[in-house]
């Protein structure tokens, strides 16, 4: 029996691993998460992964689950939010207490989740401490490792970013996009990124790798897609981007975790596209068309309808 320990369970990358790695035969999970909310849910879909609720920046009895641990998928991560502590806890802190974790059971392999952002030109706290977490990974030298850096990513369980603006949709009689729309973007399915992580847990791959959606689009373009598909109340405007950036600004003003921020959409704005390699063939999985996955995400019959909390 291989014992697989996944980081971050909770979130959009572990829900969508777990989902996929629980029905192979010979493979027990365990997932840690802090978010209650979303640790309850996790157990509701999976009964048969053991959960564990925890904070990984504060070391604890959790450092224990990692007896055994054939594999570890190093997924926690502060994405959003206003206090850049939260990051550095959640991004740096945390995984140095994995590391430790590892080291004092022998872990033999760990797949990391990086992000797209260590090239990008932004600089917000998430970017500085996902800087910060892959150069620490950098010096485990002692644990057999591969490096994963997604860009943008959409699916089931996607509380933030594409997950957030689409059921924007049906809360608004108008959806506004910021200027004309033309920002680049490269978003990778979640269902792909998650095929991707279990070759790496199965083939032990090691090395850096930028992940990206292999298609390029235009942000305008990717709302109206998914518009389409969804087809819900709101119509499509465009406002100027500092109008867009003032709403935001005040909306953070009284929401303690705002989906979207002002970061988030100078980030958006700034035009730049990632490395493209040819992954599918690299892990060993097929890439699921843009079109098809906005389907797959927002016209499931099961997962699209479950919303994680924020």
Do not use: C
């Amino acid at each position: 029996m291989t014992k697989i320990i996944v980081t971050g369970a909770a979130g959009l990358v572990g829900q969508n691993v777990i989902a996929r790695l629980k029905g192979e035969p010979g493979i027990t999970i365990v997932g840690i998460d802090k978010h209650p909310t979303n640790t309850a849910l996790l157990r509701r879909l999976h009964p048969e992964v053991q959960v564990v609720e925890a904070d990984l920046a504060v070391e604890g009895p959790w450092m224990d689950v990692f007896a055994g641990a054939d594999a570890v998928l190093l997924n926690q991560a502060q994405i959003g939010g206003l206090d850049e502590q939260e990051f550095v806890d959640n991004n740096v802190t945390a995984t140095h207490n994995i590391v430790t974790a590892m080291r004092r059971h022998a872990t033999p392999y760990f797949v990391h989740i990086s992000s797209s952002v260590v090239n990008s030109k932004a600089d917000d706290f998430y970017t500085r401490s996902k800087t910060a977490q892959e150069k620490f990974i950098d010096t485990v030298t002692d644990i057999p490792h591969v490096v994963l850096r997604p860009t943008l990513m959409f699916g089931w369980f996607d509380r933030k970013h594409l997950g957030w603006l689409r059921r924007f949709m049906d809360r608004t009689p108008a959806f506004p996009i910021p200027g004309d729309g033309k920002f680049i973007r490269q978003p990778l399915y979640v269902g792909d990124f998650a095929a991707i992580i279990i070759s790496s847990l199965h083939n032990r791959k090691t090395g850096t790798y930028d992940i990206s959606g292999l298609e390029q689009i235009h942000y305008g373009d990717l709302i109206r897609l998914i518009h389409q598909t969804v087809k819900p109340r709101a119509r499509i405007i465009h406002i100027p981007y500092q109008l867009f950036w003032w709403l935001l600004f005040v909306y953070g003003k009284f929401s303690a975790n705002p989906p979207f921020t002002t970061n988030q959409l100078e980030a958006l704005v700034i035009p730049e596209t990632f490395p493209v390699i040819d992954w599918p063939s690299i892990f060993g999985v097929t890439a699921t068309p843009l079109s098809g996955a906005i389907r797959e995400t927002y016209l499931d019959a099961h997962y699209s309808s479950i919303v994680l909390d924020f």
